[in-house]
C-alpha cells in the first residue's frame, strides 16, 4: 500500500494543524495505520493510532491530538490542537498489521508515507 501524508506547515503555538494520510489500495481498512513523528536529531516516535476500534496517543498529545479513520475515502486524521512548539516534527502514517505489544513501536508497520513538516513557533 502507498501512503501519502499531507496538510503540514507552519503553525503557533495554540494553533490547530488536521493532517491526512491517504492510502492508495482498496484493502485500506484491513490495515492498522498510525501516526508517528520524528523531529530532528531524534528517533522516530509514535503518536497515535486506531487499533481494532480503540484510539491510542502518546501522553504528550493525549486531550489535544484526535486520530480518525474515514475507510470510505482512504484517509486517517490527525486533528491537532493546542499546538505546542515541541510538536515540531515530521510526522508520518504507516500502515501494517501490528499486534497490542507493537503498536507504539516503528517496528509494527511495514508501509510508510514520505512524511509532513509540522513546524510549531512559540
Known amino acids: 500500500v502507498q501512503l501519502q501524508a499531507y496538510g503540514g506547515g507552519l503553525a503557533q503555538a495554540g494553533d490547530s494543524l488536521r493532517l491526512s494520510c491517504a492510502a492508495s489500495?482498496?484493502?485500506?481498512?484491513?490495515?492498522?495505520v498510525s501516526w508517528f513523528r520524528q523531529a530532528p536529531g531524534k528517533e522516530r516516535e509514535f503518536v497515535a493510532v486506531?487499533?481494532?476500534?480503540?484510539?491510542y496517543y502518546d501522553e504528550s498529545v493525549k486531550g489535544r491530538f484526535t486520530i480518525s479513520r474515514d475507510n470510505g475515502k482512504n484517509l486517517v486524521n490527525l486533528q491537532m490542537d493546542n499546538l505546542k512548539p515541541e510538536d515540531t516534527a515530521v510526522y508520518y502514517c504507516g500502515a501494517g498489521y501490528p499486534i497490542l505489544s507493537t503498536i507504539r513501536s516503528p517496528l509494527g508497520y511495514r508501509h510508510w508515507g514520505q512524511g509532513t513538516l509540522v513546524t510549531v513557533s512559540s
Open positions: 489500495e482498496l484493502t485500506f481498512s484491513s490495515y492498522t
Open positions: 486506531v487499533f481494532r476500534g480503540r484510539t
